[in-house]
């Protein structure tokens, strides 16, 4: 392989036969499932999914690693799935148009990937705020955002609010950074993250109302959930406290404290 496709925008290629297997099979894949994989890199776990998937619609950003995709999976001897290169940034791309190109508005999608590390969080927000979002993501991403993501109340953080107001986010297992080619400094995880069925009652209103007030909660660390709430809503200190009180929490209560329900309980009794 060309070098300079190898050092392409810094990515760090997975080598590890065994771990590219173990993401094979916590994908739960079958012979009728399409999967967006972003990010291919030089495509090895893009040959993986194309021999147990329908199809693999592959997006890559680089434009050197496009050159090698296509020899590799549009040449003599594709896989034994169909596998789709398209180049583009995934963040650009219009999205739901995709999507309804390949009809997977009706038929669903997986997303299968190693998520290029610098853009992670404004990925997985766009592939659970799209018109069509997944059914089910399985991703490497790296460990500390993984354990962030999948943190509990007491450790939460507006990204790990984000995720399970859309999702539920599973840790699977860490990828230690032996396992890549050129070996980065931190180790990586696989999470899943599963569509919740429930959330495509909830209007775009409630779900604007309910990130402008989680965003107050957490505008300043080191400050209690109440004066944030206070200052960032424009609220009585006193007004906030009493909601807070009758839901059980303490007037010293941060807002890494709360979990996705509590928020809600936390709307519903701000705008009573």
């Keep these: ?60 950003l680089d434009e050197r690693l496009v050159e090698v995709l296509h020899t590799k999976f549009v040449g003599n001897n594709p896989p034994a799935g169909g596998v ?13 148009e995709l999507i309804i190109e390949h009809g997977l508005d009706k038929t669903g999608y997986k997303v299968v990937a190693n998520l290029p590390y610098y853009i992670t969080s404004p990925i997985v927000r766009l592939l659970l705020e799209t018109k069509y979002p997944p059914t089910e993501m399985v991703v490497m991403v790296q460990k500390e955002v993984a354990e962030r993501i999948v943190a509990k109340p007491g450790a939460m953080s507006i990204l790990a609010v984000s995720v399970q107001y859309y999702a539920k986010p599973e ?13 980065p400094k931190v180790d990586s995880a696989i999470i899943r993250i599963t569509q919740n069925m429930e959330h495509g009652t ?39 406290e009493e909601k807070l009180t009758s839901l059980g929490f303490s007037p010293n209560t941060r807002a890494q404290e709360l979990g996705v329900e509590d928020w809600r309980k936390l709307i519903i009794n701000l705008f009573k």
């Design 1 to 60: 392989m060309d070098i300079i496709a190898k050092k392409s925008l810094g990515q760090n290629f997975l080598k590890d036969e065994s771990v590219l297997n173990h993401i094979i099979e916590s994908a739960n894949l079958s012979k009728d499932d399409v999967v967006l994989e972003i990010g291919p890199g030089q495509g090895a776990l893009t040959e993986k999914l194309a021999d147990v998937c329908k199809k693999v619609i592959a997006i890559e």
């Design 84 to 96: 789709e290169i398209i180049a583009g940034d995934i963040l650009k791309i219009n999205l739901p």
């Design 171 to 183: 840790f699977l297992f860490t990828v230690f950074k032996q396992s890549f080619e050129p070996m």
């Design 202 to 240: 909830i209007t775009k209103e409630e779900t604007k109302k309910f990130f402008r007030i989680v965003r107050a909660g957490f505008s300043a660390k080191r400050k209690t959930l109440i004066n944030n709430l206070s200052n960032g809503l424009q609220l009585e200190k006193k007004v906030v």
